[in-house]
C-alpha cells in the first residue's frame, strides 16, 4: 500500500493515527490526509496549535513512562524502537509550527512558542533523564556486539546511549532538577531571542523620506523600496527591509556615502538600542546558563560538551583547523582593502575605507578587474528559471529526479510553490515546498527542513521546505538574481536533497539528522552546479528574450569567481571565532558588556580588520542564539573543506554525471547517520578530507 493510502486509511480508523484527548475539530486530531501527510494548512488555526501540542506531550509521556516500566527485559524492539515510534502527535504539530514560526509568524504563535518552549524542554528532559529509561538503554549498549544487530540499528543503539549521557543521564537527582530548571530558561530565553530578533530586525529598516538618497538603485529595487515602505505604513516613503548579515545587497550600489554609513549602522545596531528588542542582556543570561550546564555535566565549557558527537570532537581541533586559514585569509583581505582605498584615493574620496564603503568599492574593483557589472548579469537569472532550469535540472542529471508543480496543496503563504519529486523509477519520492521571497514576519537567513521526515519503521516519506530572504520584486516585474542568491538557491536544495534521498528505518538517524559539521557538506557541495556550463546554459536565460547568457559574460563570472574571497571568509571566521568564545566561557563567568567581549574576541583571534566585521555581530547571531548552530558555526567553514574536496573528487573523475551522482547519492546522500560520518567521507573519496581544495577554490593559496 502505498503511503498516501496508508495515511488515508490510518485518518479513517479510531484506533489508528488520531488523538482521543483532542477535538475532531483540531486538525491534528488525525495525521493529515493529505498527499505524504502534509500539513493541512488550509484548515489549521493559531488556536490548535497549544492544546495540540500539550496533548503531545502527554501522549509521548505516557508512552515513555511504558516503555521505562515494562517488566520485561530491556531488548532493541521494546525500548528503542518503541521510542522511535513515540510522539508521533507532538512532532507533527511541532514541525508544522516551526515552519509558521520561522517562516510566517504572528504574535498568536509567537506567545504560542514563548509559552512552551520551557515545556518542549521538560518533556525532552523527562526522556533523558529518566534513570529507569536509561538503564534500559545502557543494558542494550552493553551487550550491542552479542545482539547480532545489522549495521542501522547498532547505530540507532550508540546514537541513544550517546544522547542519554550527553543530556546528563548520569547525573544524580538533585543535579537533574538543576539541570531540568537551566533547560527550561535556556528554551524560554531562546524564544524570547528569536522574537526580539525578529521585532528589532523589522524595526531596523532604514526609512528614507528623499529619493536622491537612494542614487544607485535600479528602478526595480526603488520600486521594491517604495513597494515595502506602503506596507508597513509610510507611503510616499522608500524602505529597505534588513537582511540577517551584518552587510546589506543595497550597500553595492549606493552612491551616497551618508546613507551607505546609516544602513550598515541600522543593522549593526539592530539589537542594542536599549528598548524590548535589545538582546544583549537575553544572549548574556543564555551563555551563562550553557557555561553552567557544561560545569554541571563535567566539562571545561559548553564546546567541550555540545562538540563530542560532531566530526571535530574538541574546540582544539576547531581552532586548529579554524588557524590554518587565518594568516592567509587576512592577508588576503588586507589586498582587498587597498584596493577599493585605491579607488577611493582615485576619485579623491578624501576618507578612509570604512565597513559601509566595503561593498560599494569591491563593486567598482570587480567592474575594473573583471569588466563585471551586476545589472548586466541579473536580466539572465530569472527565478523560475533557476529553479526549473537550474537547481532542478542539475538534480536530473545527477540523480534522475523530476519534478511537477501542483497548484492543489495548501501552503501557509501565497508566494509559496509546491513540487511533486519523483525518483528515477517514476515513484513518488517526496514532496518539496519553496518560500524564497523576504517577508517582516520570516526571520533572516535560509533554511531547509521537513514537515514530515522519512522512515520506514514508520512509513513516511519526506515533505520538505526551503525558505530564503531574496528580495521581492516590485508588482508586476520579474524576479531578477544576483549569482549569490543564484547559490544560495543551490545550496539549500542540497539540503533538501540530503532529506529527500534518505532511506532509513529509524526517524532519529535519517536523512539531515547528522552533526551539525557534516550537515552543511551536502548542501555547499550542491552549489558547484550553479556553475558548471551544462547547467548555466541551461537557465541562465533573458528574462524578457530567452536568449542565454553571452560566453564573454560567463567568463567575467568565472575569472571573478575567486574575487572578494579574502573579505567573505574573513567576515565568516570572525563569526566562527565569535561563536567559539561565547562558548568556551568558564562557568561562573558574567558577560557585562557585549560590545567589549565581542571586540576582545575578534582581537585575540587576528581577526579585528575594522573594515571586515564579522558576518553576524552577537547580538543578531540567531544561528548561536535562536537556532542549533551554538558552538557549531565553524561547521559551514569546516564542511567547505569536506565539499571542495567532495568536489576534487568528481572533478577528478569526469564531473557531472549520472554515475558519479549516482554513487554520491549512495555513499552519502542516502546514509543519513547511519555510520561513522569520517567513515562515510573517506570511503567516498578514498582518504581523510584535506584542506588544500578549499582554499585553492577560494583563491586563498596557490595551485
Request: proline letters at 5%.
Amino acid at each position: 500500500m502505498s503511503v498516501i493510502a496508508t495515511a488515508q486509511a490510518q485518518a479513517g480508523h479510531p484506533d489508528e493515527g488520531r488523538s482521543m484527548a483532542l477535538p475532531p475539530t483540531n486538525p491534528f486530531f488525525v495525521k493529515s490526509p493529505l498527499p505524504l501527510q502534509a500539513p493541512q494548512f488550509d484548515k489549521i488555526k493559531n488556536s490548535d496549535f497549544k492544546p495540540a501540542m500539550e496533548e503531545g506531550m502527554k501522549q509521548q509521556s505516557a508512552e515513555v513512562e511504558k516503555i521505562a516500566n515494562n517488566a520485561a527485559a530491556p531488548t532493541f524492539a521494546n525500548t528503542l524502537v518503541a521510542m522511535e515510534k513515540s510522539g508521533q502527535l507532538l512532532k507533527r504539530v511541532d514541525q508544522t509550527l516551526n515552519v509558521l514560526t520561522g517562516a510566517n509568524t504572528n504574535p498568536e504563535l509567537q506567545k504560542v512558542e514563548a509559552e512552551e518552549a520551557p515545556k518542549l524542554a521538560a518533556n525532552t528532559d523527562g526522556i533523558y533523564l529518566n534513570t529507569k529509561l536509561f538503564k534500559r538503554v545502557e543494558t542494550i549498549y552493553n551487550k550491542r556486539d552479542q545482539l547480532k544487530l545489522d549495521p542501522e540499528s547498532k547505530r540507532l543503539v550508540e546514537y541513544y546511549y550517546q544522547n542519554f549521557t550527553l543530556a546528563g543521564a548520569r547525573l544524580s537527582e538533585a543535579d537533574k532538577a538543576t539541570l531540568r530548571k537551566l533547560n527550561q530558561e535556556e528554551a524560554t530565553l531562546r524564544s524570547k531571542f528569536n522574537n526580539q530578533l525578529l521585532a528589532g530586525t523589522r524595526a531596523g529598516a532604514l526609512i528614507v523620506d528623499d529619493k536622491s538618497e537612494l542614487a544607485g538603485l535600479s528602478d526595480g529595487a526603488l520600486a521594491a523600496a517604495a513597494q515595502s515602505a506602503k506596507v508597513n505604513g509610510h507611503e510616499g516613503k522608500w524602505a529597505i527591509p534588513l537582511q540577517n548579515t551584518t552587510q546589506q545587497p543595497q550597500l553595492q550600489s549606493l552612491t551616497n556615502r551618508a546613507t551607505r554609513e546609516k544602513l550598515f549602522m541600522q543593522s549593526w545596531n539592530r539589537g542594542e538600542k536599549g528598548d524590548a528588542n535589545d538582546t544583549r542582556a537575553t544572549i548574556s543570561r543564555i551563555a551563562e546558563i550553557r557555561s553552567e550546564k557544561a560545569k554541571l555535566l563535567g566539562f571545561d565549557n559548553y564546546a567541550a560538551w555540545k562538540l563530542q558527537n560532531q566530526m571535530a570532537k574538541t574546540p582544539a581541533a576547531v581552532e586548529d583547523f579554524l588557524s590554518k586559514i587565518i594568516a592567509s585569509t587576512t592577508e588576503k583581505a588586507k589586498k582587498e582593502a587597498a584596493d577599493n582605498q585605491q579607488v577611493i584615493d582615485a576619485q579623491n574620496g578624501g576618507f578612509q575605507l570604512q565597513a559601509w564603503d566595503w561593498n560599494f568599492y569591491a563593486e567598482q574593483v570587480r567592474k575594473a578587474k573583471y569588466d563585471l557589472d551586476d545589472s548586466e548579469v541579473k536580466p539572465y537569472l530569472e527565478i523560475d528559471n533557476v529553479l526549473k532550469n537550474g537547481v532542478f535540472y542539475a538534480a536530473n542529471l545527477l540523480y534522475g529526479i523530476t519534478f511537477k508543480e501542483r497548484k492543489d496543496l495548501p501552503a501557509w503563504q501565497p508566494d509559496v510553490r509546491v513540487f511533486d519529486v519523483f525518483d528515477k523509477d517514476g515513484k513518488q519520492l517526496a514532496l518539496f515546498y519553496c518560500d524564497y521571497f523576504k517577508r517582516d514576519n520570516k526571520r533572516g537567513g535560509a533554511w531547509m527542513s521537513n514537515m514530515v521526515g522519512q522512515s520506514y519503521l514508520l512509513g513516511t516519506k519526506p515533505v520538505i521546505y526551503n525558505v530564503a530572504n531574496l528580495t521581492p520584486p516590485a508588482p508586476g516585474q520579474p524576479a531578477l538574481l544576483s549569482f549569490e542568491e543564484v547559490r544560495t538557491m543551490f545550496h539549500e536544495f542540497g539540503h533538501a536533497l540530503h532529506g529527500m534521498f534518505a532511506s532509513q528505518k529509524y526517524p532519529a538517524i535519517s536523512g539531515t539528522a547528522t552533526a551539525r559539521d557534516f550537515v552543511e557538506f551536502p548542501s555547499q557541495f550542491n552549489e558547484h552546479w550553479a556553475m558548471d556550463p551544462k547547467v548555466f546554459k541551461h537557465y541562465a536565460l533573458h528574462y524578457k528574450t530567452g536568449q542565454p547568457m553571452p560566453q564573454p559574460l560567463v567568463d567575467k563570472i568565472k575569472k571573478a569567481g575567486k574575487f572578494n574571497q579574502g573579505y567573505s571568509t574573513t567576515e565568516l571566521l570572525a563569526a566562527d571565532y565569535l561563536d567559539l568564545a561565547w562558548h568556551t566561557l568558564p562557568a561562573g563567568t558574567k558577560i557585562t558588556d557585549v560590545d567589549k567581549f565581542e571586540a576582545d574576541a575578534m582581537r585575540k583571534a587576528s581577526v579585528d580588520l575594522p573594515q571586515v566585521p564579522p558576518r553576524y555581530r552577537s547580538t543578531y547571531f540567531s544561528h548561536i542564539w535562536g537556532s542549533g548552530y551554538a558552538a557549531g558555526y565553524y561547521a559551514y567553514m569546516w564542511t567547505s573543506m569536506l565539499e571542495n574536496d567532495a568536489f576534487a573528487w568528481f572533478t577528478a573523475h569526469g564531473g557531472l554525471t549520472r554515475a558519479n551522482g549516482q554513487r554520491f547519492r549512495d555513499m552519502v546522500l542516502s546514509r543519513g547517520n547511519t555510520e561513522d560520518l569520517g567513515k562515510m567521507f573517506k570511503d567516498f573519496t578514498g582518504h581523510n578530507p584535506v584542506i588544500e581544495p578549499m582554499l585553492e577554490y577560494k583563491g586563498l593559496v596557490s595551485k
